[in-house]
């Protein structure tokens, strides 16, 4: 099984009550050996206003004290994961540069102004339309800021439409999936397997497999994989699949990272 979860989150997050502390715990009691929290800093999110965002200063010393207090049990990193919006790209570019995160994991979660968990964005549309738009916009978001490490669930937005994966497929979006990968594998930029995928209940971690295959056939190696957890249960979700997915799309390594650069460790 893979020993990395590099997508968790605390109480850092406006949608976890974990404490770190449990959190490194529960990942020591899972096997892994290494994590790297990834709380969210979502500027300007309008279902969550300002609990949407954290203050890094506290984050940092609230941390980095753990990190040290576990490191002979437990390799720790410290990362966040923005919520990419097409305007912000100064503000982020101005706050990545000034505080020191390992791993930077750049996700959408608002799309029209509005974080499709909260349902909003399927009221007045299809689910195909919707994901169209969401897949449009993240494109929009990653060519206007690169000051991520990995593009995080890319289908995101599939968990909450009005019939989930019926009205997807790579096929039916190909024009726009490629170019999102092709920004991604331009700019030196990965893409994030996430397990909580098979947590809510879809049929394929996130993205599915057949967009891992396209990316991997245009010639994308960086590939984090990240349960997503909330809570420390869900620490390494279904990550005994992990691996086989990855060989299944044509991947012998995944990436950790470390202090913004990528490290290959081969699929066991």
């Known amino acids: 099984m893979i020993k990395s979860d590099v997508h968790m989150h605390t109480l850092f997050s406006h949608d976890s009550e ?3 502390k449990e959190m490194i715990e ?3 009691g899972k096997g892994l050996e290494m994590i790297c929290f990834t709380d969210h800093y979502d500027k300007d999110d309008v279902e969550w206003g300002p ?3 954290f203050d890094p200063q506290e984050y940092f010393r609230v941390l980095e004290p753990l990190k040290e207090k576990y490191q002979d049990k437990i390799d720790v990193r410290i990362g966040v994961e923005l919520g990419l919006r097409p305007y912000l790209g100064d503000y982020y570019r101005e706050f990545v540069e000034t505080y020191p995160f390992e791993f930077i994991i750049g996700s959408v979660h608002s799309i029209q102004s509005t974080d499709p968990a909260s349902g909003k964005l399927f009221q007045d549309k299809t689910d195909e339309e919707a994901y169209r738009i969401a897949f449009e916009e993240t494109l929009t978001d990653i060519q206007r800021f690169d000051g991520f490490d990995v593009l995080g669930h890319l289908d995101y937005v599939v968990r909450y439409g009005k019939e989930r994966e019926k009205q997807y497929s790579y096929r039916k979006y190909a024009d726009v999936i490629d170019q999102i990968l092709k920004a991604l594998i331009e700019k030196g930029k990965g893409l994030e397997l ?3 995928g098979l947590k809510y209940g ?6 599915r497999q057949d967009v891992l295959k396209r990316y991997k056939e245009m010639g994308g190696e960086i590939i984090t994989i990240g349960a997503d957890a909330h809570r420390p249960e869900h620490i390494a979700y279904d990550f005994q699949k992990a691996s086989d997915i990855l060989k299944g799309c044509g991947f012998k390594y995944y990436t950790e990272f470390s202090r913004r650069k990528p490290h290959f460790k081969q699929l066991p």
């Open 18 to 20: 974990a404490a770190p």
């Open 26 to 28: 529960g990942a020591i």
């Open 51 to 53: 609990e949407s965002i």
């Open 194 to 196: 996430n397990t909580a």
């Open 202 to 207: 879809l049929p394929f971690a996130h993205p």
